[in-house]
């Protein structure tokens, strides 16, 4: 096995366009990946983030656009000179091909001596806690274990680039936690440059140091997962990172600061903290776990308070989980205590915890 | 009344069932009959001598049979060889790629099946005698890959089809040309429908009838044509030997059809 860190290979990808039978799916994307990087693409479904990944891997002609790797522009090669290994998520095992034969057949197509893919096949394998399993079928693999032999294969032939097509999302939940450390972990080892497509939040934002949103064949931001976490730069990303509330405001800027107001409820914000606020119609969006239930009456503070309405209660364990209408608006929100169906009550919400972003933007979201 | 119920269904599932058998198997057992009657005239409902004289003549290396066997076979063989030549990269093409018009071709292969044989095979035989190869081997293993294609092609398109797309596409990934990836990954995953197609156009061309007495005869002599001589000349017995040789490969094929072939590729033929 090889030990130096930082093998993987840079990928710059400038002003991509891709169309399929007259669809075009990528609109000019641009984006770089450094040497070394675990970058995840996610999107709802039909987003273009595949098409981005088989894209790079070859599979899909590129409209225009270049996809520099290592400095060579590789849009117009075929897949087998990319240099890129890829993990499919339905596996793509060779069904009649044995463990052994699956795993060194990229070795053999480079003319390796028997002996030599036998060693480095039982090393893969020994790394990915399947020793000995050399002559097994693969027809005979439950779905981790094939999915371990795939990660193998493309990890045999010492790619500097690793492509993840949905790898994990047809195993059961047990295994794909497993598999997520598994594979970050030798991808760190590796120092390989790793491009992850799901459309899985958590399983993007615990495997990835670098966020890759995607709506409707463009990227709509890059950042970490903190980053895109807790300031998504449109109304889509809040949306997607699960900010699923939405609230309708009204932004009054002033002399004096800035005002927020939503149906009865107003919040003032302190002078310059309100800057980046878009003036009049907004829209705001908040995750269910950072507000709370409080008494109507209660004094707002530095937090927006609206009146509202529970119109439905479930306990899904630990907290309450609460429908209400406030602002005629549909609002999910947790809560530790029981509160009775129909009461009044106050809607808080820490007013950094809002996303607030022009309403003419907002109507993608929804 | 339940116990009256149950045994008239009893009966009625056995008397279906030994008519079916009757349908399915009569024919058969009246051919095996007749290949070991020696003497058998009306009105008699049996055999008067039974004994396997035809079966020696059949058999006999200087006979007829033999040498027309022979022919079948490598006229077969041949066909065989042509038709797999055409229908994998035919079958290929239709499975993978974006072909405009895809069913017009599908169609086409369809062709000399749509219209009257004999009306083909005559203008064929015309245009085989002008070309000078009419009453050759050649000539007859043509009209029986024509004739065989479309099972081919439509099987081989099918076989295709069924392996998934990855399988290839990972292939090419760990560095694989486009005809590395077709030998080692998309050929050995569609062979056993390949080959059940192969055997399909082996049966056809062995059973093969009207192309070969149009544009074979008299000089090549099949075995279907031998039994037809036969059964006109009134030699009931070679005739039925002749058949009964006949059924033995068909037998064959649907055990290794219902051994190994899935059935996602038989459920893709023709689509």
Known sequence: MRNEAHSGASIAVRDLHVAYGGTRVLHGVSIDFTPGSFTALLGSSGCGKTTLLRSLSGFVPVESGSIIVGGQDVAALPPEKRGMAMV??????????????????????RGVPKAQIAAKV????????????????????????????????ALAIDPGILLLDEPLSNLDAKIRMVMRHEIRAIQQRLGLTAIHVTHDREEAMTMADRLVIMQAGTIAQVGTPEEVYDRPASAFVANFM????????????SEAGASLTTGDATAHLAPGSGQALPAGEAVAYFRDDVARLDASDAAAGA??????????????????RYRVEAAGCQITVDDADRHELGTTIGLRIPLQRLHIFPASEAGIAA | MTRIASSARLVLAVSLLAAFAFVLLGPIL???????????????????????????QVFRPTGDAMASLGTSVWIAVLTVVFALALSIPAGYALARLKLPMRALFMLMFLLPQAFPSVAIYINVARIFYQLGINGTVFAVVLVHTTHGLVFSVWIAAAAFAAVDKDLELAARNMGASPMRAFLTVTLPLAAPGILASGIFVFLESLDEFTGTFFVGVPQVTTLPLLLYNAAMGGNYQVASITALILLVPSVLFMLFIERFLRADVLAKVGA
Do not use: C
């Open chain 1, 88 to 109: 499919f998520q339905s596996y793509a095992l060779w069904p009649h091909m044995s463990v052994l034969q699956n795993i060194g057949y990229g070795l053999k197509l």
């Open chain 1, 122 to 153: 039982a090393a893969m394998l020994s790394m990915l806690g399947l020793a000995g399993y050399e002559d097994r079928k693969v027809t005979a693999l439950s779905g981790g274990q094939r999915q371990r032999v795939a990660l193998g294969r």
């Open chain 1, 242 to 253: 699960g900010a699923e509330n939405i609230l309708p405001l009204r932004v009054a800027r």
């Open chain 1, 303 to 320: 937090d927006l308070l609206v009146p509202a309405r529970i119109a439905a209660r479930a306990y899904p364990g630990g907290v309450y």
């Open chain 2, 30 to 56: 009246n051919l095996a009959l007749w290949s070991v009657a020696e003497r058998w005239y009306t009105p008699h409902k049996l055999p008067v001598t039974y004994g396997t004289r035809y079966w020696e």
